[in-house]
């Protein structure tokens, strides 16, 4: 029964992925996203400098889930940066984030609105203010996040070691510190699938897809990491621009799990009602 009940989930989240061309709308959202994700790396690493962290455990923390080669060209736009760090760099980087990433923002609330039927009749204002600030709250959170794994781990340290229990933290640690991202990612996609639809939900109408987008997420980036680190000869196909075409690819990637958090979201919604009407 759970079974046949799955299967047809299946069947009816594929045709709707058909019907609402996601793969096509996971393309557009990718281009916009790609041309912020450069003057947001500009913003982002801008920031750090400000603050006890450091470029090269932001990198470290990259390297987990992006495969080597794009790690290595975001290095190289890391020391660009830092070679012509200004405030005037950040203020462009700001407008270019903001620029492309609304525009990539508003298209992922569009499709999200498409897979509930439902029409946008926000005003441009408020759509405006809520791209912006989803962008600004990425920012945010990732500083965050990064400060919490540094922090924590030096505040934990030193109190398992008063304790006199320092080994059985690092046991702890090597845990949560792959918790705690993890739970920072579900909360993102809960706070955005609850926010982006043109009407009201409530947390139980988002958590199968909230659940859905980060553990297909986490799930596909890794595969695709392991693939292109020691199957994929994107260097050798396309030469410099190898890391770039990775990075692309990998941003397809994380679309399509937004995307399809959506869908899965959408028809959990509207059999919930049904069954609630």
């Known amino acids: 029964m759970l079974i046949q009940k799955i299967k047809e989930f299946l069947i009816k989240l594929y045709f709707r992925v058909q019907e609402n061309e996601t793969a096509a709308r996971g393309a557009q959202i990718s281009y916009f996203f790609l041309l912020s994700i450069f003057p947001f790396l500009i913003v982002l690493i801008t920031l750090i400098d400000y603050t006890p962290l450091t470029q090269q455990y932001t990198?470290?923390?990259?390297?987990?889930?992006?495969?080597?080669?794009?790690?290595?060209?975001v290095e190289q736009i890391v020391q660009e940066v830092e070679e012509v760090n200004s405030t005037t760099l950040l203020s462009v980087g700001v407008l270019g984030t903001i620029g492309a990433a609304s525009r990539g923002t508003f298209i992922l609330i569009k499709s999200i609105n498409q897979a509930y039927n439902?029409?946008?009749?926000?005003?441009?204002?408020?759509?405006?203010?809520?791209?912006?600030?989803?962008?600004?709250?990425?920012?945010?959170?990732?500083?965050?996040?990064?400060?919490?794994?540094?922090?924590?781990?030096?505040?934990?340290?030193f109190i398992f070691q008063y304790m006199g229990l320092l080994a059985v933290f690092e046991v702890l640690w090597r845990i949560f510190s792959y918790?705690?991202?993890?739970?920072?990612?579900?909360?993102?996609?809960?706070?955005?699938?609850?926010?982006?639809?043109?009407?009201?939900?409530?947390?139980?109408?988002?958590?199968?897809?909230?659940l859905a987008s980060t553990l297909g997420w986490i799930i596909a980036s890794q595969l695709f990491a392991f693939f292109v680190n020691n199957f994929g000869n994107f260097s050798q196909i396309y030469g410099s621009i190898g890391g770039f075409i990775v990075f692309m690819i990998w941003i397809y990637i994380s679309s399509i799990a937004v995307l399809l958090g959506g869908e899965i979201n959408a028809i959990w919604y509207q059999k919930y009602n049904k069954q609630n009407s």
């Open 59 to 73: 990198l470290e923390q990259l390297e987990l889930m992006l495969p080597e080669v794009t790690v290595n060209a």
């Open 179 to 210: 918790v705690i991202p993890l739970l920072i990612i579900l909360t993102v996609f809960f706070i955005f699938f609850l926010s982006s639809p043109n009407c009201r939900l409530k947390l139980e109408d988002v958590y199968p897809g909230a």
């Open 118 to 157: 439902i029409r946008e009749n926000r005003s441009f204002l408020k759509m405006l203010i809520t791209q912006v600030f989803a962008i600004l709250a990425m920012v945010l959170i990732i500083l965050f996040t990064l400060g919490f794994l540094v922090f924590g781990r030096v505040i934990g340290e």
